[in-house]
């Protein structure tokens, strides 16, 4: 975990509060769609207006802004891994704030993945 370690603790927080506010956003992205389709007449165009999705929006500027600031100081090789957090985040999110189901494959592949970026890390 030497490179993890060489990253300055907001750094490193900035590595993984960027997956986090990209997750949080689909969340509400899928709030936005659902809204969408309870009035099929309901113009596409309407999401504009719709407070859910201008946050969303909103948390996909902070996250950019914040992942830009990142790759300043960390290689984009050694970053990027991290955005992998995003499929862990998800869904976890999704079962919380949506209440989508979560499956055993799901508690697999998530292991994987998080053992995938401690292996690419290291």
């Known amino acids: 975990m030497s490179a993890i370690k060489a990253l300055s603790a907001p750094v490193y927080g900035l590595l993984v509060l960027t997956p986090m ?3 949080f956003g689909q969340v509400l992205f899928k709030m936005t769609g659902a809204k969408l389709a309870e009035g099929p007449d309901t113009p596409f165009y309407s999401i504009l207006f ?3 999705f201008i946050v969303a929006v909103f948390l996909y500027g ?3 802004l ?3 600031y990142v790759l300043k100081m960390v290689p984009l090789s050694m970053a990027y891994s991290f955005m992998a957090l995003t499929f862990v985040l998800v869904p976890l999110m999704a079962a919380f704030f949506l209440k989508e189901p979560l499956t ?3 508690a697999i592949g998530a292991c994987l993945i998080i053992a995938g970026l401690f292996v690419v890390q290291s």
Do not use: E, Q, R, S
Request: aromatic share 14%; charged share 5%.
């Open 66 to 68: 914040a992942w830009v």
């Open 104 to 106: 055993l494959k799901y």
């Open 62 to 64: 902070v996250a950019t």
């Open 21 to 23: 506010t990209i997750a």
């Open 50 to 52: 719709n407070p859910v």
